[in-house]
């Protein structure tokens, strides 16, 4: 099962800002960084945030990370239907050896 | 351009073991880890494993232990997943990934291939 606990879902309306929380330990997100993936309907995942707030070229900067302690968040401003997707936290696990993922947020653009 | 390009869907019986294959292409495919990640229908992320396509060097999930082996054949790019003893539960989509880091602290996915289905039944 994940080990890192995310909001099941997630709302807003085209232009608001949306943010999801990602919850773990100090085994995880409290000594490792985290990144962020999309999972759009039908498609792979795709990395959306690196080492807690860095965005791969391409990623547009509505998108945004941050880490503090044993928590991190992404935050989507200016909200747009393509962002309709679900979300997923990952980080490696010291404890467990292994990389763990967030249990997933679904963002609906209402 | 960056691509890992993965082997087709699969049906298997309960029992038996799958191999699925994942061909890098577009960069030096032993300057990167590559993980494996799985996804059921409707279900979360899963990690399985990574390997080190330069030394061979591997490790897996607890859960995948004794039944998962990751390989390599780098005169052909290509990575493998070799899952043995499938029962109904290993039925998702199989992605390989690229690992962007050496350090596993700050380590995260930023290449994945498209997923190939493996189905388990009867």
């Known amino acids: 099962q994940s080990v890192l606990t995310q909001p099941p879902s997630a709302s807003g309306t085209p232009g608001q800002r949306v943010s999801i929380s990602c919850s773990g330990s100090i085994s995880n997100i409290g000594s490792n960084a985290v990144s962020w993936y999309q999972q759009l309907p039908g498609t792979a995942p795709k990395l959306l945030i690196y080492?807690?707030?860095q965005r791969p070229s391409g990623v547009p900067d509505r998108f945004s990370g941050s880490k503090s302690g044993t928590s991190a968040s992404l935050a989507i401003s200016g909200l747009q239907s393509e962002d309709e997707a679900d979300y997923y936290c990952?980080?490696?696990?010291?404890?467990?050896?292994?990389?763990?993922f967030g249990t997933g947020t679904k963002v609906t653009v209402l | 351009q960056v691509q890992l390009v993965q082997s087709g869907a699969e049906v298997k019986n309960p029992g038996a073991s799958v191999k699925v294959s994942c061909k890098a292409s577009g960069y030096t495919f032993t300057r990167y880890d590559v993980n494996w990640v799985r996804q059921a229908t409707g279900q979360g992320l899963e990690w399985m494993g990574w390997?080190?396509?330069?030394?061979?060097?591997?490790g897996y999930a607890q859960k995948f232990q004794g039944r998962v082996t990751l390989t390599r054949d780098t005169s052909t790019n290509t990575a493998y997943m070799d899952l043995s003893s499938l029962r109904s539960e290993d039925t998702a989509v199989y992605y390989c990934?690229?690992?962007?880091?050496?350090?596993?602290?700050?380590?995260?996915?930023?290449?994945w291939g498209k997923g190939t289905t493996v189905t388990v039944s009867s």
């Open positions: 080492a807690n707030d």
């Open positions: 390997m080190n396509p330069n030394s061979g060097n591997f």
């Open positions: 990934t690229r690992v962007a880091t050496g350090n596993i602290h700050y380590s995260y996915m930023d290449v």
């Open positions: 990952a980080a490696w696990d010291d404890s467990l050896n292994a990389y763990v």
